[in-house]
């Protein structure tokens, strides 16, 4: 039946639906055709009854049925691109080149890649971890990283608009390989097995604690002064930038850093490098981005229990604390927020450390009080003094 209201017709009928138990249910519909127009009116309420006829629909339903969704959730390897131009365009140069090195991984992994964003759930993930540490045979920390990159291409997806909730990604808590420190005896073998280039960035890392990606590899020649000053007798390492706003920072070298730098210039002027970087290569950077794969051959060559390369800078920071330096001036040349991040490198400082650090203080102090009296009293006696 057709009523108009105002200048709109609308339309009531009832509908029963026959349950399989034989019972029956019917239902009152009442709707506004939302149209003046009489004729309009009926054949939408025709149309109606035959979704409902055709079981397209239950009597409960609205009608006309709501409008699919404007567009289907992108390709994860579609949105990825986006993800990179939106990262190299408000992040680090090191921060997208960080996200691009991992994506080339994920990308790799069909079920991932070729999937819609909506349909990448914590399973998919969980079998994607599975495929790198059994499969691959990559390394718990970077198959963390790339949960971190799936992480946040979800998240801004999601910030997008692109789906509706990001999944929860959990990364592997049994990644504790930074943690390690490396023993003299340890790195004594590790770099009689280490190839030439895998040997020289490892002295670096170890004797100036500087960050692997961020610091070290892409490390330019111009920010390498190989000349003695009576601050740094062996030369100085300039971090320009890092992965924090503390990272800018002056290293002094070490006489053995400071061999394989001028080493390494004076190869890359016998061949007439141009490149400006200490470790070059011939990727995309420029410079070299990992030691992976022969770093893990030197391990297993000189039998060792399995670490990570950013160990060397753990190790640096806690042979500087077991030397007696002092948290203010480590976290200086670790590049952290505060001093309260280095504290916990001096978790390695035994008994011992603690005594040389004292007897190092007992030193400095009667060469003071010596030297105060001697200014504060230049013509006493060295007896009076």
């Known amino acids: 039946m057709l009523v108009k209201r105002g200048a709109v017709w609308h339309y009531n009928f009832r509908w029963s639906i026959?349950?399989?138990?034989?019972?029956?249910?019917?239902?009152?519909?009442?709707?506004?055709?939302k149209t003046g127009k009489r004729k309009d009116a009926e054949?939408?309420?025709?149309n109606h009854k035959t979704a409902?006829?055709?079981?397209?629909?239950?009597?409960?339903d609205p009608w006309p049925k709501p409008e699919a969704a404007a567009s289907a959730a992108p390709?994860?390897?579609n949105f990825a691109k986006e993800f990179l131009t939106h990262i190299k365009a408000h992040k680090k140069e090191s921060t997208h080149t960080f996200y691009d090195t991992c994506l080339n991984r994920i990308l790799a992994f069909a079920s991932i890649a070729d999937a819609p964003l909506d349909k990448i759930t914590s399973e998919i993930v969980s079998r994607y971890i599975r495929h790198r540490t059994e499969v691959a045979k990559n390394s718990l920390t970077t198959v963390n990283c790339d949960v971190r990159t799936l992480r946040a291409i979800l998240n801004l997806a999601e910030e997008?608009?692109?789906?509706?909730?990001?999944?929860t990604l959990h990364e592997n808590g049994d990644a504790k390989g930074r943690d390690r420190v490396i023993s003299f005896e340890?790195?004594?073998l590790y770099l009689a097995k280490a190839s030439p280039n895998l040997r020289d960035a490892a002295i670096l890392a170890v004797d100036s604690g500087m960050r692997p990606n961020s610091e070290l590899f892409p490390l330019r020649w111009s920010d390498v002064n190989l000349t003695a000053s009576t601050e740094c007798p062996y030369g100085v390492v300039h971090v320009r930038a890092g992965k924090t706003d503390n990272a800018p920072r002056a290293i002094p070298l070490t006489p053995r850093a400071s061999e394989v730098l001028q080493r390494r210039k004076k190869a890359a002027e016998?061949?007439?490098?141009?490149?400006?970087?200490?470790?070059a290569?011939?990727?995309?950077?420029?410079?070299?981005?990992s030691f992976q794969h022969p770093h893990k051959r030197a391990i297993e060559d000189a039998d060792l229990q399995t670490f990570e390369f950013y160990c060397w800078r753990h190790t640096f920071a806690s042979r500087a604390a077991q030397s007696g330096m002092d948290k203010f001036s480590l976290a200086r040349l670790m590049g952290h927020s505060s001093p309260s991040v280095a504290e916990k490198y001096y978790v390695h400082v035994t008994t011992t450390h603690v005594a040389a650090g004292a007897a190092k203080f007992t030193e400095y102090l009667e060469r003071g009080i010596a030297e105060g009296l001697k200014t504060a009293f230049p013509n006493a006696t060295e007896a009076v003094q």
């Open 18 to 33: 026959r349950h399989k138990d034989g019972t029956v249910e019917t239902f009152r519909i009442r709707q506004s055709a």
């Open 43 to 46: 054949i939408v309420e025709g």
């Open 52 to 60: 409902l006829r055709n079981g397209e629909i239950h009597p409960l």
């Open 75 to 77: 390709l994860f390897k």
């Open 160 to 167: 997008w608009g692109r789906i509706d909730k990001a999944p």
């Open 186 to 188: 340890e790195e004594a």
């Open 270 to 279: 016998d061949t007439k490098s141009t490149s400006a970087y200490v470790f």
């Open 281 to 289: 290569s011939d990727s995309i950077t420029g410079h070299t981005t």
